[in-house]
């Protein structure tokens, strides 16, 4: 959660947050507003605002140094992770992260119900019941479908929309669903 929403959950003013951390009130002010970068802060600064927010330094920096990679890429780092990992070790630490509902709530539909489509598709792999922490996210999908990039190439080449048709049938339930065209993610090099 960013500085804005922990002070809103916690109940606790500009104000307040400046007179129990001992950080001058126009730094808080500077803060909030994204004038002052977070990360930019001194590390006295950061302890002083985390200790007063109840969360840890980590947890106070990481909404402002999470940054967003292609989706290419993204996908790519999924499904090296599952080979890594393992898929049971992989749907816990998914679950144990809460990616998928950081991923929504930042606005990164994508790459959300990717990490969604991926966890119950493992999950039915291996015969594990579905979370139902994200049955809420589940109902929705993306407004046009995506389509991997060799595919896109592949059309364009041949000037045929029949390969992304055959795609899409070929796709793989859990990820169609959300209108993400995947039909591989074991092969991975």
Same mark, same amino acid.
């Given at each position: 959660?960013?500085?804005?929403?922990?002070?809103?959950?916690?109940?606790?003013?500009?104000?307040?947050?400046?007179?129990?951390?001992?950080?001058?009130?126009?730094?808080?002010?500077?803060?909030?507003?994204?004038?002052?970068?977070?990360?930019?802060? &001194?590390?006295?600064?950061?302890?002083?605002?985390?200790?007063?927010?109840?969360?840890?330094?980590?947890?106070?920096?990481?909404?402002?140094?999470?940054?967003?990679?292609?989706?290419?890429?993204?996908?790519?780092?999924?499904?090296?992770?599952?080979?890594?990992? +393992?898929?049971?070790?992989?749907?816990?630490?998914?679950?144990?992260?809460?990616?998928?509902?950081?991923?929504?709530?930042? +606005?990164?539909?994508?790459?959300?119900?990717?990490?969604?489509?991926?966890?119950?598709?493992?999950?039915?792999?291996?015969?594990?019941?579905?979370?139902?922490?994200?049955?809420?996210?589940?109902?929705?999908?993306?407004? +046009?479908?995506?389509?991997?990039? &060799?595919?896109?190439?592949?059309?364009?080449? &041949?000037?045929?929309?029949?390969?992304?048709?055959?795609?899409?049938?070929? &796709?793989?339930?859990?990820?169609?669903?959300?209108?993400?065209?995947?039909?591989?993610?074991?092969?991975?090099?």
């Amino acid at each position: 959660m960013t500085i804005n929403e922990l002070m809103s959950v916690r109940k606790i003013t500009k104000y307040r947050l400046s007179k129990n951390s001992g950080i001058p009130y126009t730094t808080i002010t500077d803060i909030c507003s994204g004038k002052t970068q977070l990360p930019k802060c &001194s590390a006295e600064t950061l302890y002083r605002l985390a200790r007063e927010l109840d969360v840890s330094m980590e947890s106070l920096l990481e909404p402002y140094l999470m940054q967003r990679i292609s989706f290419e890429l993204y996908k790519s780092n999924i499904c090296h992770q599952v080979k890594e990992l +393992g898929d049971i070790n992989f749907i816990v630490q998914t679950l144990e992260s809460d990616l998928i509902r950081k991923y929504f709530q930042r +606005g990164w539909y994508p790459e959300s119900l990717y990490l969604l489509a991926m966890l119950d598709y493992l999950s039915r792999q291996n015969n594990v019941p579905l979370c139902t922490q994200y049955d809420d996210l589940r109902r929705g999908r993306l407004s +046009g479908i995506i389509y991997p990039a &060799s595919v896109l190439a592949i059309a364009a080449a &041949s000037k045929n929309d029949l390969v992304k048709k055959q795609a899409v049938k070929d &796709s793989i339930p859990e990820f169609i669903h959300f209108n993400i065209v995947e039909c591989e993610v074991r092969n991975v090099v």
